[in-house]
């Protein structure tokens, strides 16, 4: 089974920056699809920014939500199989437990059901 280990959350200030990575391993089948995904108290876990991985690993092409796009980049090196999303001029919105997910599908999707493995999550929190 595959497993995924999300690490870099914390606090900071708004305006700040964090860098979350998600280290893959024991996956037996090819992963063409990651994303993460966040979610806060009260609200729907929402798609924040995903990847779409071709078969030699390399990336094929990464999605965003509005209310991140200009702010967070994901990214992969397949060579440590670790994803990672910077985000950059954080917002106190942007508070929340942010969780990596895997998939099998070739679709950089921020839809939750298009994955089939789940991180722990870590948590962002960003003060005013």
């Known amino acids: 089974q595959g497993q995924l280990v999300e690490s870099g959350g914390g606090s900071v200030q708004a305006g700040g920056s964090l860098r979350l990575s998600c280290t893959a391993s024991?996956?037996?089948?090819?992963?063409?699809?990651m994303g993460w995904f966040r979610q806060s108290p009260g609200k729907e876990r929402e798609g924040v920014a995903a990847?779409?991985?071709?078969?030699?690993?390399?990336?094929?092409?990464?999605t965003y939500a509005d209310s991140v796009k200009g702010r967070f980049t994901i990214s992969r090196d397949d060579a440590k199989n670790t994803l990672y999303l910077q985000m950059n001029s954080l917002k106190p919105e942007d508070t929340a437990i942010y969780y990596c997910?895997?998939?099998?599908?070739?679709?950089?999707?921020?839809?939750?059901?298009?994955?089939?493995?789940w991180g722990q999550g870590t948590q962002v929190t960003v003060s005013s």
């Open positions: 997910a895997s998939g099998a599908r070739y679709v950089a999707s921020l839809r939750s059901e298009d994955y089939n493995y």
């Open positions: 990847i779409r991985i071709r078969a030699d690993g390399s990336t094929s092409s990464t």
């Open positions: 024991g996956y037996t089948s090819r992963i063409y699809n």
